[in-house]
């Protein structure tokens, strides 16, 4: 089985599950419980929000565990229109957001807030010259994600972070879940952002487990009422197995992050340089430093993404069509619509992503099965 699916999601590492395990075997109590047990699964908690926090230069009072990515980007949409309605109802997003942070914008907008979604060059990405067109009196909120998940353009983060330093009441939130691990820190960490959202399950971590970070002396309305948990802003009993887990797979995440990273340009290089040799291809990923490593969407063109996934299938290949989110719906990429491609052709959009583990036996063995599609369709067309 050759695995190219890693921006759905990814296999659990070993390790991180027998740090699972062990956790749910020895640290059973509630952490807000007074007893003994109790008290050691907080501590196990705390030990695990300053690990995450030591690695990612955070201080652990500004990590917040949530559920994952959708949940952490709904909070801290929400939570900042909620918190920051008197000051004023305009928010900033991109048209190519993961639709956690669109419909959450499309949700407020029946609430009365505005929403300016900013278009997308030819590339993917957004222009700083619309962002500060954008900016209004009343806007609370700029919300850009760090890395598409169809196509993998990196936006600006550092130029917007830049722009908004003369606006110091705007809140910058940044959905980090497919940038994490992929030595691109420089690319998207700026001290002027005052929120980030990440998923465990996107870095070998359990399903049902992520973090935001909330800079410290900054406010979200909470989503979530109840016994009043992560310093009342988010209820809920912690998750403690999966809390602990996650801290281990982002240690194991950033042990040779950088050699990792090239391993994985290597791959992407290759298939990059093959699909520039096929006819009847467009590729909407490149090997520029505006692009993640790991993210490759193209199309054969005349051929449904679904097709091309299923019949990858039978060999035991996975790859996907675009967002995890939409390609059981069988709907065209948001990402490539926004760039104006033509729909025959957006339709057609297969997403290969890759990580650590992947090789590149893999990608030899990828590369020829793709052919063999390549020349099957060719010759039907």
């Known amino acids: 089985m050759i695995y190219f699916d890693n921006s759905a999601t990814t296999k659990i590492d070993d390790s991180v599950l027998s740090t699972y ?3 749910t075997r ?4 509630n952490p807000s419980s007074l007893h003994k047990l109790g008290l050691n699964a907080y501590e196990l908690v705390e030990s695990s929000r300053k690990q995450i926090a030591d690695l990612l230069n955070f201080n652990p009072s500004e990590v917040y565990f949530t559920s994952g990515g959708t949940e952490g980007n709904n909070w801290i949409i929400k939570g900042t229109a909620y918190k920051k309605r008197e000051f004023g109802k305009h928010i900033i997003t991109s048209s190519i957001e993961h639709p956690s942070v669109t419909n959450t914008m499309k949700q407020l907008e029946s609430l009365g807030f505005e929403v300016t979604y900013l278009p997308v060059d030819d590339s993917g990405h957004i222009k700083i010259a619309d962002l500060k067109k954008a900016i209004r009196k009343d806007t609370i909120l700029v919300s850009i994600m760090a890395v598409n998940n169809e196509i993998g353009a990196i936006q600006p983060i550092n130029e917007i972070a830049d722009v908004l330093n003369d606006y110091p009441s705007i ?5 980090a879940v497919q940038a994490i691990g992929k030595n691109l820190e420089d690319k998207f960490m700026n001290d002027r952002v005052d929120f980030y959202t990440f998923s465990g399950h996107k870095f070998h971590a ?3 487990i992520g973090f935001i970070y909330m800079k410290d002396g900054k406010q979200l309305e909470p989503l979530l009422a109840g016994g009043g948990q992560e310093h009342n802003f988010r209820s809920g009993t912690e998750n403690t197995p999966a809390i602990a887990a996650m801290a281990k797979a982002i240690r194991l995440l950033k042990d040779d992050e950088e050699k ?3 391993n994985i340009l290597e791959l992407k290089t290759k298939l990059l340089e093959h699909l520039e040799t096929l006819e009847n291809v467009h590729v909407f990923s ?3 430093d505006t692009f993640a490593p790991h993210i490759i969407c193209f199309t054969v063109d005349g051929v449904r993404g679904e097709t091309i996934v299923h019949t990858f299938e039978k060999k035991e290949i996975y790859v996907s069509t675009t967002s995890a989110c939409s390609s059981k719906k069988g709907l065209e990429s948001s990402t ?3 760039m104006k491609v033509p729909e025959k052709i957006a339709t057609s959009a297969v997403r290969v992503s890759l990580d650590e583990n992947n090789t590149i036996s893999e990608m030899n063995e990828f590369i020829q099965n793709l052919d063999e599609i390549y020349n099957h369709f060719q010759i039907l067309n």
């Not at 020895?26 to 109590?29: A, E, I, K, R, S």
């Not at 809140?171 to 959905?175: A, E, I």
């Open 260 to 262: 990792k990273t090239n």
């Open 171 to 175: 809140s910058l939130h940044v959905d």
């Open 336 to 338: 490539l619509k926004a």
């Open 21 to 23: 395990e062990t956790a």
């Open 26 to 29: 020895n640290f059973g109590g």
């Open 206 to 208: 359990p399903r049902g």
């Open 286 to 288: 490149k090997l520029e």
